[in-house]
């Protein structure tokens, strides 16, 4: 559910732009370690928060407020940064890859608890749902 469309593909290709910018074109090495980086920062979000553990009964969307996603535009520098002093270029794509995923993930699960704490509890699927209504927030 984390991986919403509104910009975990915005946020992994600017960080790859970013670092192929700074560092030049990686090679196939360079970017096989960017892709394998993005995958494991990725899983490794999913284990630590237990993701993969909750079963779901129907889709989920990401609707109102929670659609104002600029997360890409903070994620972007976060990531390169993270990686722009490291000297070894592979290292440098595989930690840009994992910052890229890490601070995406975590910073959208944080935005939508924001949006979510701002809710009265309406009953035992209340915690579940993600959708918030523009007049909810009045």
Same mark, same amino acid.
């Given at each position: ?5 509104? =910009? ?5 290709? =600017?960080?790859?732009?970013?670092? %192929? /910018?700074?560092? /030049?074109?990686? /090679? ?51 990531? =390169?940064? %993270? ?42 699927? %209340? ?12």
């Amino acid at each position: 559910m984390l991986a919403v469309p509104q =910009g975990f593909a915005l946020s992994v290709t =600017g960080v790859f732009a970013i670092t %192929a /910018g700074h560092r /030049g074109f990686p /090679g196939p090495t360079g970017i096989w370690l960017f892709v394998v980086g993005t995958g494991a920062g990725f899983c490794g979000v999913v284990l630590a928060s237990g993701a993969h553990k909750e079963p779901s009964n129907r889709p989920v969307s990401i609707t109102g407020l929670a659609l104002a996603n600029l997360l890409p535009a903070a994620v972007v520098p976060a990531a =390169g940064c %993270a990686s722009w002093w490291i000297g070894n270029k592979p290292a440098s794509f595989l930690t840009a890859g994992a910052a890229a995923s890490v601070l995406y993930l975590t910073g959208l699960a944080a935005f939508l608890v924001t949006l979510h704490s701002r809710r009265d509890a309406r009953g035992p699927d %209340a915690a579940a749902d993600t959708r918030l209504q523009l007049s909810e927030e009045r």
